[in-house]
């Protein structure tokens, strides 16, 4: 599948305003021949369901998941400010 | 309300938890402790993915009936489905505090601690920009945002309280974007929210969401602190800034 402004925008469309994922600050970044994802989601199944949406939607478009599911521990430290 | 202090309040924060049954029950274990680490917590917008009735009762289970008073504002994705008048209503009904254009004061020892919330809008930032020009879109889109902001900067400088705290969703600088793309900032924050901030008086902390990609420390103009408490940028689950409070003589 060709890689250009085009594709990029419409992984970036899909991400934001198919209703199974809205994720909108999930960045697309270009890479030499593929797209790479990158950004954080709050669990697995949501970075799972965001590839598996995307390869329905665009199915020749080869892609790069750098998606991280965003820790949740409790915080050790406290900022005065 | 009244909770302990010595001579400081202690405020949680996170934003853009982005609640549904995946995540139900992730946030739960440091929320157990939450009274020993802070006396409020607030929320920062997008509570839900798509703002839909079922997601907003996730977050009541989540965050509801904590030990300290919980404060929210909603967000953008609060708003997707048009249900955030449901969405408000459960969050009340779990005794969570939810702010649009909105107040609350805690009395915290002797000292009484005001909240504002909003979720805010975008336009873009001084120099940059839009302005209410051209198609009736356009002018609508940027007095949205101008209109918002100067509300709350009512809300904000008419509470009766000692010092206060600005909630919104989405950001009144620039600096606590740092990391998103520079095209989007118009659609991030407002200058006309740190307008608002920078015209009450002793506004001790603003704290907003949204950006996920952005950085955490920002100042307005006047010199007030600003902390984007998005999850994907604290990587917790809240941050903890403690309040110095100065108890009138």
């Known amino acids: 599948m060709k890689l250009d402004h085009y594709t990029e925008s419409q992984v970036h469309q899909v991400l934001a305003e198919d ?33 598996a949406v995307l390869r329905e939607r665009l199915p020749d478009l080869e892609l790069h998941c750098d998606i991280g599911v965003t820790r949740v521990h409790e915080p050790e430290e406290v900022e005065e400010l | 309300m009244t909770f302990g202090t010595d001579g400081c309040v202690r405020i949680a924060a996170v934003g853009d938890v982005h609640l549904d049954e995946d995540v139900l029950g992730r946030y739960r ?36 009936n904590l030990a300290v008073p919980v404060v929210a ?14 969405v408000t209503a459960i ?43 051209g198609e009736p879109e356009m002018k609508a889109f940027t007095r949205h945002g101008r209109e918002t902001a100067e509300q709350f900067a009512k809300v904000l400088t008419t509470m009766d309280c000692d010092t206060r705290v600005a909630l919104t969703h989405y950001s009144p600088v620039p600096e606590t974007l740092l990391g998103e793309p520079l095209e989007i900032y118009p659609f991030l ?31 307005t103009p006047g010199g007030v602190k600003v902390r984007n408490v998005a999850h994907p940028v604290i990587k917790q689950a809240y941050n903890v800034y403690q309040l110095p409070v100065t108890v009138p003589a």
Not at chain 1, 38 to 46: D, H, I, K, T
Not at chain 2, 119 to 126: D, E, T, V
Not at chain 2, 209 to 216: C, F, K, M, N, T
């Open chain 1, 19 to 51: 209703d199974r994922l809205s994720e909108p600050a999930i960045q697309v970044v270009r890479l030499e021949n593929k797209l790479a994802l990158v950004g954080e989601v709050e669990s697995s199944q949501r970075r799972d369901l965001i590839l």
């Open chain 2, 29 to 64: 274990p440091a929320l157990d402790h939450l009274a020993t680490k802070a006396d409020v917590l607030l929320l920062a917008g997008d509570l839900t993915r798509h703002g839909t009735v079922r997601e907003a009762r996730c977050v009541a289970t989540e965050f509801g």
């Open chain 2, 73 to 86: 504002c909603l967000g953008n994705h609060d708003y997707h489905s048009d249900q955030q008048d449901e």
């Open chain 2, 91 to 133: 969050l009340r009904d779990a005794g969570i505090t939810v702010l649009e254009l909105d107040s609350i004061v805690l009395t915290c020892g002797d000292t009484r601690l005001g909240i504002a919330g909003v979720k805010g809008f975008g336009g873009g930032f001084a120099g940059r920009c839009a302005s209410e020009f």
């Open chain 2, 189 to 219: 924050g407002s200058y006309h929210l740190a307008r608002a901030i920078d015209a009450a008086p002793a506004v001790g902390l603003a704290v907003h969401g949204h950006a996920h990609a952005g950085s955490e420390r920002g100042t």
